[in-house]
């Protein structure tokens, strides 16, 4: 009985290292650090039915406890990757807002072909998901897991490129000053002319046409 419970409860382990894992990835991609009460609910769940099983006489009442343990555990890992799959596209898309469609575009291309449409399948994949699991609990969830993964590398990736992209935009800012400057300073030397030197040359053409006028007429 106890080889028995040992060997069912040590199944559960590769799925609970996964929950743990979207549970600790669902809190550190939200800004607020909240305890979200639906995942946690269900670990508890699955930890009392695990307790039950250590409680039952009959190996058929142990496997019984065991099962519900395991889709406990599976439904506190769905819900947290629900939840982790709406804050890191929402995060993705945070970080990569500052920056224009032309820095995004010659720093980060692959954002519009492959990041962003990468993004857009994995929220819209979430209702498909829910409705696999239930057919096939284990399978959709595995699958669903590595989809998540997958949006967590995407996140990491945009980290490291965002100094670049602030590099890029923040050279883009200093050019465009600099050719706002120069564009006041040729305007400055138009209406210097318009304003002060050009009135000044009138005056001596006037002065010099004046005295040639009077040179030829003496």
Known sequence: MEDSFYNKLSELLPLYEKVKLAILLTEN????REMYVAPMNQLRSALDHIFKAVSVEKPENCSYELKEAEEHMTRAGYDALELLAGSSGTSIINKLQPYDTETLTKIYPEYFTRIKPKIIEIQQGIAERRMER???LDKSFSAYFNEIAELVQISTAVDRIIPSLQEYSDKKAKE???KKEEEYKKRRKERLWQYCIGPIIGFVSAAILAVLTWLLTK
């Open 176 to 178: 465009k000053l600099n």
């Open 29 to 32: 991609f939200d800004e607020k």
């Open 134 to 136: 239930k057919a096939d």
